[in-house]
């Protein structure tokens, strides 16, 4: 007895000595010698039997961190070997369920992973998982990291909502244990950041991003390096580029303090520059940074890189929009190697969509749907198949935002195909591939929960929209075609059981006519009708009232907190880190109600952000005898022109001039300047571009209704002139398109249609107007800078700049207050100190007309919102350099106002002006309106003169309380003011009537 303890003690000291010695070797990296040791322990352990479970312990635990470091040194064939081989070593030492067991298989996991058997991995991470969530030893940790490498095996598959589902998980258990600025728990926010990346929903990954570079441990540390890197990107596909650039170069700073010169992750931001530097156009300063990425990473590591690839495909990208296309095809393929080499093929997806969209502009057709389908391959889980003639369909699984991109190329090279193949078979394929991609839009459309996300996903639906409206207009003479492609998708789309949405369902329905019209309508102002749908659904009682009013309060505390936060950066003062995280709670809170809103109330859901098409032959049963709709497209090369009246509708076709938008804003600019010749050779350029064509249609109309598109939303079509007018001729007596038609303007058809047809009651409404005109009498010199002109303009700049005193405005509102009494009316009037923003809010729900005679507050930088300048609340902040917060009533502000008014007069300058976004429209202070509840809105373009502005303000209002139209109103006022003053266009058509 005594001999055995003292053999079994010689054999324990033996194991120690061999694991002591072999972790000796690790920390010096030598591997192999090591791993010899540690062989022949196991040799020991299995020879003599040795059941001592400290022995068996030691000799597993130096394996696993062997392989630790050797996966970090980036060997993944020898890690997996030694992975392998201490998961069966452990397999016999070790009961099913032990601890040591799951840590030597989650291991071999994490090595299959890295040799791209990713399938076997995730089968043993599921196996792993089970274990231990059964292991009593197995601490919150583990489980989290089983999660998390889950995650990562489903995100390299492509499956990003199941990757989500996995990292959430983990991302719980880190909470509890560790808090919110841990590594590890940022490490979790940032992978499902960029799993929301990778599914085009760009506000949830930007907010779990500023979650992380927030609550960061380290401000300067790796993982807030990163987190700004993926934030940039993600606003790069917003179009918040100098937001984007901001980000990226914040992330470069703080990697080249981490690491050396040329490293992979520095590299990884410089590209991210270049992708800026693209998006601003700024080609030749993009192509230097590409070029010396390339060039760093070339010489450093060779040139089978993995980040290589991305750096090629950046250059290709910059040339394909400089022109240098055979540069651009030589990296694009240097690229696809790298990845073909390294066995990368999820990563082949960009550089796919860029070879296909080279080969379009070089007219090689079959390349380019060939490099489109093998796009689609990449971006679709369960989707491989080499014909371009056939496409995924949506709800499938989830694809990358620039998908649509890859369906744009495909259709452009089948139209390309149509001039020299068979032209049917290749306008079938192009409008088969048109409508999936527009079902795509509509899945992606059900994703969105901020505005700056959907922004984003209209602008770059908006190209496919048009595309649409192109090809649409060609098969104008090929009706049947159109039907038998449509039969074709309707029976593949109800074999696949997918849920059609209204919108899903007209693209399958609507002849060939009334397509062209639907897209066009489908990249106007769809986010407004959103927004103007919602007051409307929320008034069905289809949902408690409590959600309502909790969407509300949370809409408004977030405009408060980011008007806040602008404000403060517009001061140059610095922005309280509270604050930021208080915006950030609130976004994730509104997330979460959007949740609970799509799962628990869908059909409230499906109303409010699928709303439905209004047809052709709808809109003409609302137009009244003697009014016609001028609805204007851009098709590429071609604006579309399309007039309806109750009678008939018409579509011209006329070419795009190349210098179009200089045109627009040559007529632009000469009415701002009073440039009389340009002014008049513009005015009537224009309108033998966008009204001659239609002039037929227009004999017998006396009212127009016009919807605009992009630059054309900044023309006051008032102004155009009918006839070339002679030399010399005063401004008086110019034959101004006015003189001809009543006019009022829309950013859709579909928002005219149903601001006509509103059922809400104007009755409870007395005539009675709500007006206010804080005047900014008295202040110091220092802010305010007093005009001795007698056209005072009505502009102003924000901190520490000066504007003027709005002499006029008192007697604008006070003459409109005498018409009001006159005409039995009431009127409530605020001047000076008095007109608050806070009295403003108070009071708008109880009048019909709403007057502000004020200045439009514009800032200079950090992406600030607009707004309209009311008093200050408190007396002391009248003597300061800068205006707080609390007396703008800022774009956001509007949006969330709740009001009944049936005509919103802004008296201010350029409240019709701001961002335009391609598919949207201009973000103006008159569309916030709109939104807000306001049926009509008179805004302006241009900067508006003080007394002029009153004069023309009071005859408008005056026409009004005479029974007039509001259309006829504001004519009726311009003309008289033309007669009596014979004053330039810029007195009075930048005014203009938004509705009806």
Same mark, same amino acid.
């Given at each position: ?326 540069? *651009? =095809? +030589? $990296?694009?393929?240097?690229?696809? &190697? ?5 066995? %990368? !093929?999820?990563?082949?997806? @960009? ?25 689609? *391959? =990449? +971006? $679709?889980?369960?989707?491989?198949? &080499? ?5 995924? %369909? !949506?709800?499938?699984?989830? @694809? ?597």
């Amino acid at each position: 007895m005594f001999m055995s303890l003292v053999f079994m003690m010689k054999k324990r000291e033996s194991l120690r000595k061999f694991t002591s010695e072999a972790n000796i070797l690790i920390d010096k990296s030598e591997f192999a010698l090591a791993f010899d040791l540690l062989r022949r322990a196991v040799f020991l352990l299995f020879a003599q039997n040795v059941e001592c479970r400290e022995a068996k312990t030691q000799v597993i635990t130096s394996l696993n961190r062997m392989f630790g470091l050797l996966h970090k040194q980036r060997n993944p064939p020898t890690a997996l070997k030694l992975a392998n081989f201490t998961y069966m070593v452990a397999k016999q030492l070790f009961p099913a369920r032990d601890v040591i067991l799951s840590r030597s298989l989650n291991n071999l996991a994490i090595a299959l992973e890295h040799t791209k058997r990713t399938d076997e991995a995730i089968t043993l991470h599921l196996r792993n998982l089970a274990i231990r969530l059964q292991i009593l030893e197995a601490d919150d940790d583990e489980i989290s990291s089983t999660y998390n490498n889950l995650g990562i095996c489903l995100y390299n598959k492509s499956m990003y909502l199941e990757a989500i589902r996995y990292y959430k998980k983990g991302l719980e258990k880190r909470l509890i244990r560790f808090g919110e600025g841990d590594f590890l728990t940022q490490s979790s926010l940032l992978n499902i950041a960029n799993c929301y990346l990778r599914l085009g929903n760009l506000d949830r990954a930007a907010l779990n991003c500023k979650r992380v570079i927030e609550n960061a441990a380290d401000p300067r540390g790796y993982i807030t390096a990163f987190a700004l890197n993926t934030l940039g990107l993600i606003w790069i596909q917003m179009g918040r580029i100098g937001a984007a650039k901001e980000a990226i170069i914040q992330s470069l700073e703080i990697k080249q303090s981490k690491f050396e010169s040329g490293h992979p992750s520095i590299v990884n931001s410089m590209n991210a520059l270049a992708d800026i530097c693209l998006s601003q156009k700024r080609y030749d300063e993009a192509r230097k940074i590409s070029l010396d990425c390339v060039e760093v990473l070339f010489h450093k590591f060779g040139p089978e890189c993995y980040q290589l690839f991305h750096a090629y495909n950046s250059l290709g990208a910059i040339c394909i929009h400089t022109g240098d296309f055979e540069e *651009s =095809r +030589s $990296v694009l393929y240097k690229s696809i &190697s790298i990845v073909e080499k390294l066995n %990368l !093929p999820g990563k082949a997806f @960009a550089v796919y969509v860029n070879l296909s969209e080279l080969h379009v502009k070089l007219e090689e057709y079959h390349q380019a749907l060939s490099y489109a389908q093998l796009a689609l *391959s =990449r +971006s $679709v889980t369960g989707f491989d198949n &080499s014909d371009p003639a056939i496409d995924p %369909l !949506p709800y499938i699984s989830k @694809a990358p935002f620039n998908i649509l991109m890859v369906f744009e190329n495909k259709i452009s090279a089948f139209r390309g195909l149509s001039e020299t193949e068979n032209e049917l078979k290749c306008q079938e394929s192009a409008l088969q591939t048109l409508l999936i991609a527009c079902l795509w839009v509509g899945h992606f459309r059900r994703e969105v929960v901020f505005e700056s996300g959907y922004l984003q996903l209209m602008e770059s639906a908006s190209y496919l929209y048009r595309l649409g409206m192109s090809l649409c207009a060609d098969l104008l003479d090929q009706p049947d075609l159109v039907r038998i492609v449509q039969r074709n998708l309707s029976k593949e789309l109800s074999y696949q059981r997918l849920d059609l949405s209204a919108i899903d369902q007209i693209l399958l329905d609507s002849d060939v006519s009334d397509l062209v019209y639907a897209f066009s309508e489908m990249g106007k102002a769809t986010m407004l009708a959103i927004r103007m749908k919602g007051v409307l659904v929320d008034a069905r009682g289809q949902i408690p009232e409590e959600l309502l009013q909790e969407g509300r309060s949370l809409s408004n505390r977030m405009g408060q907190i980011r008007s806040s936060y602008l404000n403060t950066l517009a001061n140059g003062k610095e922005v309280n880190q509270y604050k930021v995280k208080q915006k950030i709670e609130l976004e994730t809170e509104f997330i979460a109600l959007v949740d609970t809103l799509k799962e628990n109330y869908p059909d409230y859901f499906r109303d409010w952000y699928l709303s439905r098409h209004v047809p052709i032959d709808s809109i003409q049963q609302r137009l009244m005898d003697g009014e016609a709709m001028l609805h204007y497209s851009i098709c590429g090369d071609t604006i579309l022109i399309m007039a309806i009246t109750r009678i008939e509708y018409v579509f011209r076709l006329v070419d795009k001039p190349q210098d179009y938008d200089a045109q627009v804003s040559s007529f632009v600019s000469s009415i701002r300047r009073a440039a009389s010749d340009r002014y008049v050779n513009t005015a009537k350029g224009l309108y033998l571009l966008l009204i001659q064509p239609v002039e037929a249609v227009l004999k017998n109309i006396e009212k127009l209704i016009i919807v605009p598109e992009d630059v054309m939303l900044l023309i006051p079509f008032e102004a155009l002139l009918t006839e070339t007018a002679a030399s010399g001729i005063g401004y008086g007596d110019l034959p101004y398109l006015l003189r001809d038609f009543e006019i009022c303007y829309h950013y859709s058809a579909k928002l005219w249609f149903e601001g006509r047809g509103e059922t809400k009651s104007l009755k409870e409404l007395e005539e009675s107007v709500l007006a206010f005109a804080p005047v900014f009498e008295g202040k110091s010199e220092s802010t305010v800078k007093k005009s001795s002109e007698a056209l005072a303009v009505r502009s102003v700049r924000i901190g520490g700049k000066s504007y003027q005193e709005l002499k006029h405005s008192e007697t604008e509102l006070k003459g409109v207050g005498q018409l009001f009494q006159a005409h039995g009316g009431a009127a409530d009037l605020h001047f000076h100190g008095q007109a608050t923003l806070s009295k403003f809010k108070s009071k708008l729900a109880d009048h019909k007309y709403l007057l502000i005679a004020s200045h439009t507050h514009w800032s200079d930088g950090f992406d600030e919102e607009p707004g309209i300048l009311f008093s200050p609340e408190c007396k002391h902040q009248s003597d300061t350099d800068s205006i707080d917060h609390q007396c703008i009533l800022t774009l956001s502000d509007i949006y969330n106002l709740q009001m009944k008014a049936d005509l919103v007069v802004l008296s201010c300058c350029e409240t019709g002006i701001g961002k335009l976004h391609r598919g949207e429209g201009i973000m103006g202070i008159n569309r916030a309106f709109l939104a807000a509840g306001a049926r009509n809105v008179v805004y302006t373009l241009f900067k508006v003169y003080d007394d002029v502005s009153c004069e023309l303000t009071i005859s408008m209002f005056d026409y009004i309380l005479q029974g007039h139209s509001y259309r006829r109103a504001l004519r009726q006022a311009k003309l008289d003011l033309i007669a009596r003053r014979e004053v330039a266009p810029i007195f009075w058509s930048g005014f203009l009537l938004l509705g009806d």
